[in-house]
């Protein structure tokens, strides 16, 4: 099979149909052999019965897995891609914001480009408010700047890549999942190109302003241990303060000879030096967290994009 679609579902009864007609509708006349996966991450609605209507009615082309409660659409997409079953595999949302007309592009790239592994859609314009714009670009800039894996602006989840990046993917079995970070640090070929986001289908969004700040802050965790120096940096410092109030005041006590003050100095200077080596010790430990905390993920060594064997290996 050439394409498996792999859509997470949350909440989505009033726009599961129209998405496999839009869908029918386009890679039919492509004639394109594919499927859609259905994730059913636990909604509430009727969307479980609505899906298993699809199923019973259509080509034969439709899988649906069913959680047994809300997981999150990262867990979603874990559960599509691992029952996907075609060669290339593409993550879109079921609100028809992303649009298959997109996919057959980003399919016919990865088909007359053979060293590229990922097309990947970022939003050329974004639709949303001046301040979620504000808040998003400037989470861009700091997790760049604390993270080793590069997390490209404005590039969403919406994507098309091959079975080995799938297998990439799915060899990441952290729990907590972020997958913008996911998909750039398994590495790979990846081709960005601009899209525009549609108005939803039907439905509205099930991102908050605090889920979004909650994601972002997982996404930080997830791929940088940089908050966990923050006692070091803060304990030299503090360290480094002390012996300059040491110096200071202590001057100043000597040259107005008034040595009642050097006592007060001195138990200030203690007071700040120890609380400098304490934060210091804190990021000590940090350090060590922060080797355990990535040993615990579990992430593959490493990710070969393909192996030469010598020719005459038998
Ligand atoms: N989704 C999901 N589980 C959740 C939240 C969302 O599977 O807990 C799905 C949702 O059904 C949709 C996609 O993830 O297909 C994107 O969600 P949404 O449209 O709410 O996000 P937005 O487009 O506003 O970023
Ligand atoms: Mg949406």
Redesign the pocket.
């Known amino acids: 099979m050439k394409l498996s679609l792999v ?6 009864e009033q726009n599961v149909a129209l998405f496999y007609s839009e869908v029918k509708r386009v890679f039919d006349a492509e004639g394109y052999s594919y499927e859609c996966v259905f ?1 059913n ?1 636990g909604s509430a609605d009727n969307t479980l019965g609505e899906l298993k209507k699809l199923h019973a009615e259509a080509d034969g082309n439709i899988r649906i897995v069913s959680f047994s409660r ?1 997981f ?2 990262e867990a ?1 997409m874990y559960a599509g891609i691992e029952h996907a079953k075609g060669d290339l595999i593409c993550l879109i ?3 028809l ?1 992303q649009r298959p007309e997109v996919v057959v592009g980003m399919v016919k790239r990865l088909d007359e480009a053979p060293e590229l592994d990922c097309v990947a859609a970022f939003q050329a314009e974004r639709r949303e408010s001046g301040l979620l714009t504000f808040f998003k670009s400037n989470f861009y800039k700091l997790i760049n700047s604390v993270s080793d894996t590069t997390f490209v602006q404005g590039a969403s989840d919406f994507r098309t890549f091959r079975r080995s990046v799938a297998e990439a993917v799915l060899s990441m079995g952290e729990y907590h999942r972020f997958s913008k970070g996911i998909l750039s640090w398994v590495g790979f070929n990846t081709e960005y190109i601009p899209y525009e986001v549609q108005e ?1 289908a039907a439905g509205e ?3 908050s302003f605090k889920k979004l700040f909650k994601y972002a802050i997982d996404g930080i965790m997830a791929f940088s241990t940089a908050p966990l120096a923050i006692p070091t940096v803060l304990g030299i410092i503090m360290a480094v303060v002390s012996f300059l109030y040491l110096g200071i005041d202590g001057l100043i006590s000597v040259i107005s000879s008034d040595f009642e003050n050097i006592r007060d100095t001195l138990i200030i200077f203690l007071l700040l030096l120890i609380g400098g080596i304490q934060l210091i010790s804190i990021g000590i430990i940090g350090k060590y967290l922060a080797k355990t905390y990535e040993q615990g993920k579990n992430r593959p060594i490493y990710i070969a994009r393909e192996v030469i064997e010598p020719k005459n290996d038998d």
Do not use: F, I, L, T
């Open positions: 859509v997470p579902c949350y909440n989505e994730v991450d809300n999150g659409k979603a949302d079921a609100d914001q939803r969004s099930k991102w």
